[in-house]
């Protein structure tokens, strides 16, 4: 029985349907309805609606892109409220163990793209006090400038 319709785009449906079964949100979940932007939750009951919502709400099949260019780190990191100075700073507060310091500042002047998974990139969102989760939003963001 068809229980809940939404409007979704760019669903992966595998995830979505492994989220959704693990909420325990429907009775006798059974699958889902895609047409177009209106997906459909199909199953016997809505056990919790509010659970089901938050699945759906959290869902998130974007991929975290690999590299951004500088020029949109630096304007996803504006948009977020992060200034160069702020950047600069940061680069500043690290030791100059093995020339940290000195690496940072030649890798934030003049590289071509920046790696998400690069340890520089984790340490600079650590001192900025960001967490995994906003640093992907960041690439997010920075994937569409």
Avoid at 41 to 57: A, F, H, M, Q, T
Wanted: proline letters at 3%; glycine letters at 4%; a negative charge.
């Amino acid at each position: 029985m068809e229980l809940k319709n939404y409007i979704i785009q760019n669903v992966n449906q595998d995830k979505l349907f492994s989220e959704i079964y693990l909420s325990n949100s429907v009775l006798n979940f059974s699958g889902l309805s895609f047409c177009s932007e209106i997906l459909t939750i199909i199953g016997d009951s809505l056990l919790d609606e509010e659970s089901l919502d938050i699945v759906i709400e959290n869902h998130n099949p974007i991929c975290i892109p690999y590299s951004i260019t500088p020029r949109q780190a630096r304007q996803a990191l504006m948009r977020y409220g992060i200034t160069e100075e702020m950047i600069l700073s940061a680069i500043e507060s690290l030791p100059n163990i093995n020339n940290l310091r000195s690496d940072a500042r030649i890798t934030w002047e003049y590289s071509v793209e920046f790696h998400r998974d690069n340890p520089l990139v984790v340490s600079m969102a650590n001192i900025l006090g960001w967490t995994s989760a906003q640093l992907d939003s960041l690439w997010i963001l920075g994937s569409t400038l």
